[in-house]
């Protein structure tokens, strides 16, 4: 029996994207795209386990992608962490269709708590993951920052003409 890593993906509010909430937006694309990849290169690489902070972004994005994964992966595991009971209520009706997908296809569920807190995603997930994703443009990333909080060096997704 192969022994299972977590890996925590987190990423900022779509709001801060240039694209906004445009999924059809070529760096959007290109950013789930690398996403993805990273995802199946960790899985090779011995992660079974990944945990999504359950936002309307790279949250959603990367729960949907392991959830396409998984399905022909046993072994393969989604965890949501949401951070409080009642998140999505203000979202619109595609989001929230999808977020509520999201969940009912994962593999555990992990609520924060019943109220909202400031920055309760980062605590439970970077507390028991062995390596990170984080989506954020490049150069805006404050990594020893992240490091800090996580207690995890993270593994930043940077996509367009800036390097990686």
């Not at 690489?45 to 999504?52: I, L, N």
């Not at 990367?62 to 999505?88: H, S």
């Amino acid at each position: 029996m192969e022994k299972g890593y977590r890996c925590a993906i987190i990423g900022q509010h779509p709001m801060r994207f240039p694209w906004g909430f445009d999924e059809e937006d070529t760096q959007c694309r290109q950013m789930k795209l690398e996403l993805a990849q990273c995802i199946m290169e960790l899985r090779q690489c011995g992660v079974t386990e990944f945990q999504v902070a359950c936002d309307p972004g790279v949250g959603l994005y990367a729960g949907e992608i392991v959830n396409i994964t998984k399905q022909n992966d046993e072994a393969m595991r989604l965890v949501c962490v949401t951070p409080f009971e009642e998140q999505a209520t203000k979202w619109t009706p595609q989001l929230r269709e999808r977020y509520f997908d999201m969940l009912a296809d994962c593999t555990d569920l992990s609520c924060v708590d019943y109220q909202e807190t400031p920055n309760a995603q980062l605590m439970p997930i970077g507390g028991s993951s062995s390596s990170l994703i984080c989506c954020w443009p490049y150069m805006t990333l404050n990594l020893p920052a992240v490091a800090q909080r996580t207690r995890l060096w993270p593994m930043p997704l940077r996509w367009g003409s800036q390097p990686c």
